[in-house]
């Protein structure tokens, strides 16, 4: 959710033939994880409220969470980190994946993706950080290589384990099957959203491109 902090050491005294190590002494205090979660919190209690991202303040976050301005700016440097912060605190963490069929950890990524978009459609407050986070390109990218990047990793070992085990077609390039997969639950959960994304979704449009990704049989020879 927040960064862990990381206290600045004072330099270690030694002295004496047979040096002793010093306890390093540390300045300031300790980054507190209670108050970490209480401005987070204190931010999305704003914007349920209806606070705007312009209207919102790091002062008037402040004041909401409790704390001064001052705790708010030692663990982020404006807003815009803030919120990248508070986005991912709205993010649920990848399925477990069971490693023994190819099918059934594809269903499973897709399934998340299914409900994370039914999750940003019931939430006007996921909508309204994610619409934030988006219109700033460097948040975006943040996000992206922080927390997007891992899903995608997650899929492609899952393809690389078919492709090895004779599954899944060599011949094209995984990035590419990847989006095969991926792409039309992304389609109809974030560009269509007057579609539907019923249960049962993942299963069918993982065995549909699986239809089309499996090895080819080879031909007789004559």
Known sequence: MSRAARDPEAAVARAGPEPEPVAPERRGRPRSAAADSAIIEAVLRLIENGAS?????ME??????GVGKATVYRRWSGKDA?????MRSLDAPLPPLDGDS???????LLEFLRRRGLAKRDSALLRTVVSHVQAHPELWEEY???????RNE???AVLRRGMANGEIRTDRPVDTLADLFVGPMLARAFLHQWKDL???LAEDIV????????????????
């Open 53 to 57: 991202m312009g209207e919102l303040s």
């Open 60 to 65: 008037g976050i402040a004041r909401e969470a």
């Open 82 to 86: 803030l919120m990248l912060d508070v």
């Open 102 to 108: 190819v099918r059934d950890d594809l269903v499973s």
């Open 144 to 150: 992206h290589r922080s927390v997007v990047r891992a």
């Open 154 to 156: 997650a899929l492609l």
């Open 198 to 200: 019923p249960e049962g």
């Open 207 to 222: 065995d549909t491109v699986l239809d089309g990704v499996r090895p080819r049989p080879r031909a007789a020879a004559g």
